[in-house]
């Protein structure tokens, strides 16, 4: 018994509890590769990523065009989606010029509502005859219907969250075969089916989904080449070009029991991972392969830049919201993409995770951390970190190997990691020294710091210097609309219009707190704050943007304390409301000052665009204005409105603004959608010199603006437009207007 209990003490003399610790890491990071959670997946996905941002496909060929339904359409054509006739005239030319198929990245899921029967049926003070013949004519649909069926077209369908009609049973869909064990397992499924009318579906060449899955982080890599959708196998759009193209009847999808293995086609056979999915192989964004839609309808296209292409028609425009995040771009049109998967199918750039791969990160894992775990209490410091370092280069060496010569993807993320958190154990006990010193800088600072840049200074005391360094930083500046009107009537009590401020500033300084905004000062009843820093913040744009409408709600729910106050003290009450300005941009950030005395605090010229846009909240009738940066950042998680294209006083570059109209509850609401759908027609109008088209936009958005809360906008441009009648703008006018005001 008594030599059982002395074996940990021996153990603890010759080998170290620390070392046993790691054995312990060692192997429960291992378990931990193995269960492959999704942290860990995302790392080794982001270090994907980088080698192909380091080294993008090249492109040898370019067999791909995209008619692009652009912002020059669009001004040109009008809003999306575009009577059917004029996509007829589209396919027609397309395939005068060659086009050997032609893909749709969108769905015709409505009868056209320029069809002549129901414009009959719908339009008032048409007399009997005209009526008649309006109703004998062909629908529009009949006539794209008829466009389709002399050419090789591929519509595109979508798959749905849930099931919302029927699926058509009698309408024609893409066969498939299997060689091996079953496929459809395998493949992801969508609840629901959003198909085109009958009538086009009945004459397409093909049907082919062109739902994008992103991955859990929000970024495409891999692109589904079969789904199912409402019980149906369906193929990608740009698997259907391809089965078009090559002539063949039926998709064979060749699996086993570990899941699908690839796809084939008629001379040609495109390997996929288990679930059919295509890693892509990003080359970089080509403007190249792009042709603006309304060229190919005025017939402006030459012959060969279409002629045996394999032709997608799609959209670049933000307003159409198609824009996805890729390895190798943030925004990426959605129509890019499938251009990409047929590049990289018809190249054979495919790129994959090799069999191997697994046990080859296990074994170099555990070998390096045998080798840490045995050797690092006896080395130095310096030869540690060249060992370490040697062996780090090799593994990335090895991965980059794979990839850039046989487009394997080979993980080093996890050896390192493990390594690294091995490592780190064995040297714990050196920080208790650090601590000590750390603990001695916070006494020091803590009284004139905030919290954040205490922390930051403790890890880095060599940072209490002057000087800065460049980041791209979300700024803030809030203010109190109508301060000069509370302040007077605080006239006979400046105590409490101090305790009313300091009332104020606290929940609003707790609001940008909360959302890892720093405070950079406060000038009397305004705030100035940025995110990004001293802490890096890869959501700065957002959590701004959500900073200030926690502020917004804070500031009402204070608003109703104080006016009950009033109501039971019998006192004037004068509700608080704050303008937010909001920019993003590159700026110089760090301990700005002099030798006596110096704040942490930012510079730059984004900075004064944001206090400038603060100004204007007043002006356009919204609590919360944005730049564009900013803007694009947040658009898929907020509810954000174009106001204007404006040249700053002082700037010579004009800004798209943007206001933040609410949440997600706000953006996806029938109503909000309703009236940004009219602002953008207005603004389009406006910018196109179309005052009649924009006044009448403006009219229909009052009607719709149940709440006023565009009055102030529409007051805005109405008046604009008014001016511009009896004194238009010069030629060269690019839709800008400049501000008279800071």
């Known amino acids: 018994m008594r030599r059982l209990k002395a074996v940990p003490r021996w153990f603890a003399r010759r080998f170290g509890y620390a070392r046993l610790l ?65 996509i007829a005239d589209m396919i027609i030319n397309l395939t005068n010029l060659g086009a050997a198929v032609i893909a749709f990245d969108a769905v015709f899921a409505e009868p056209d509502r320029l069809n002549p029967a129901l414009v009959a049926k719908t339009m008032r003070y048409l007399d009997e005859v005209t009526r008649s013949k309006l109703s004998e004519l062909p629908s529009n649909d009949q006539i794209l219907a008829d466009a389709i069926r002399r050419a090789h077209v591929v519509l595109g369908e979508t798959g749905l969250a849930t099931v919302t009609t029927e699926l058509d049973k009698t309408l024609p869909v893409t066969g498939f075969a299997t060689l091996g064990g079953e496929a459809e397992p395998f493949l992801f ?24 899955r992103t991955e859990r982080d929000g970024i495409v890599r891999r692109v589904p080449m079969v789904l199912r959708a409402q019980g149906v196998m369906m193929p990608s759009l740009s698997l259907e070009m391809l089965r078009v193209v090559s002539g063949t009847p039926t998709i064979l999808m060749k ?108 074994a170099a894992a555990m070998l390096l951390g045998l080798v840490v775990i045995a050797f690092a209490p006896q080395l130095g ?69 905030s919290p954040t840049l205490v922390e930051q200074l403790a890890h880095s005391p060599e940072k209490l210097v002057l000087g800065g360094e460049e980041r791209e930083m979300t700024i803030m500046f809030s203010d109190v609309r109508g301060f000069t009107t509370i302040s007077e009537s605080y006239k006979q009590d400046p105590q409490g219009l101090t305790r009313l401020m300091n009332r104020f500033l606290t929940p609003l300084t707790n609001a940008i707190i909360a959302r890892k905004g720093t405070i950079d000062k406060y000038m009397g009843d305004a705030i100035m704050a940025f995110w990004n820093a001293p802490l890096d913040d890869a959501a700065h744009q957002l959590n701004a943007c959500e ?89 898929d998680q907020l509810a954000i409105l174009e106001l204007d294209f404006i040249m700053v006083k002082g700037k010579k570059e004009p800004e798209v603004i943007y206001a933040i109209a609410g949440r997600e509850d706000v953006m996806y609401s029938e109503r909000f959608q309703r009236l940004r759908n009219l602002t953008i027609e207005m603004l389009a109008a406006y910018r196109g010199r ?53």
Not at 189 to 211: K, M, Y
Not at 401 to 416: E, G, I, N, S
Not at 702 to 725: H, V
């Open 22 to 86: 790691c054995l312990v890491l060692l192997i429960g990071f291992a378990a931990l590769r193995l269960a492959d959670p999704g942290p860990m997946q995302e790392l080794r996905l982001r270090t994907f990523d980088h080698f192909q941002l380091l080294q993008p496909r090249v492109k040898t060929i370019r067999p791909v065009v995209i008619v692009d339904i652009d912002e020059k359409s669009l001004a040109k054509l009008g809003q999306w989606p575009w009577s059917r006739t004029q």
């Open 189 to 212: 499924e969508f609840p629901g089916l959003l198909r085109n009318v009958p009538v086009l579906e009945a004459t397409a060449a093909g049907r082919g989904l062109f739902t994008i």
């Open 255 to 362: 699996a086993d029991e570990a899941g699908i293995k690839s796809i084939r086609l008629r001379g040609l056979e495109i390997p996929t991972d288990a679930n059919s999915q295509l890693w892509v192989h990003f080359a970089a964004q080509d403007p190249s392969i792009y042709i603006s839609a309304s060229d190919v309808l005025d017939g402006k296209v030459p012959l060969d830049k279409v002629s045996g292409k394999l032709v997608l028609v799609g959209t670049s425009a933000v307003g159409l919201n198609d824009i996805k995040t890729t390895p190798v771009s943030p925004a990426m049109p959605g129509v890019e993409v499938h251009a990409q998967v047929l590049e990289t199918a018809l190249t054979g750039a495919v790129l994959s995770q090799p069999n191997w791969g697994l046990a080859t990160e296990l």
């Open 381 to 449: 410091a310096v030869t540690l970190v060249v060992v370490g370092g040697v062996f780090a280069t090799v593994l990335i060496g090895i991965s980059w190997y794979c990839y850039m010569q046989y487009r394997l993807l080979v993980d080093f993320t996890y050896p390192m990691l493990s390594t690294t958190a091995i490592y780190l154990t064995l040297i714990f006990a050196s920080f208790v020294r650090e601590q000590s010193q750390r603990r001695q800088i916070r006494s020091a600072f803590r009284q004139y710091l």
């Open 547 to 635: 900073a200030a409408l926690d502020m917004l709600e804070r500031v009402d729910a204070l608003n109703k304390e104080r006016e009950s106050e009033a109501e039971h003290g019998g006192h004037v009450y004068i509700p608080l409301k704050v303008g937010v300005g909001l920019n993003t941009g590159i700026c110089v950030v760090g301990n700005l000052g002099s030798d006596l005395r110096f704040d942490y605090s930012v510079l730059g010229d984004s900075v004064n665009l944001a206090s400038r846009l603060e100004g204007q909240s007043k002006e356009y009738g919204f609590p919360i204005i944005v730049g564009s940066a900013t803007a694009l950042a947040v658009k």
């Open 690 to 742: 179309d005052w009649e088209e924009a006044l009448a936009a403006i009219a229909r958005g009052r009607k719709t603006d149940q709440g006023q809360e565009l009055a102030k906008l529409y007051d805005l441009y109405e008046a604009r437009i008014r001016n511009y009648q009896t004194n238009p703008p010069p030629e060269d006018w690019n839709g800008a207007y400049a501000l008279l005001t800071k």
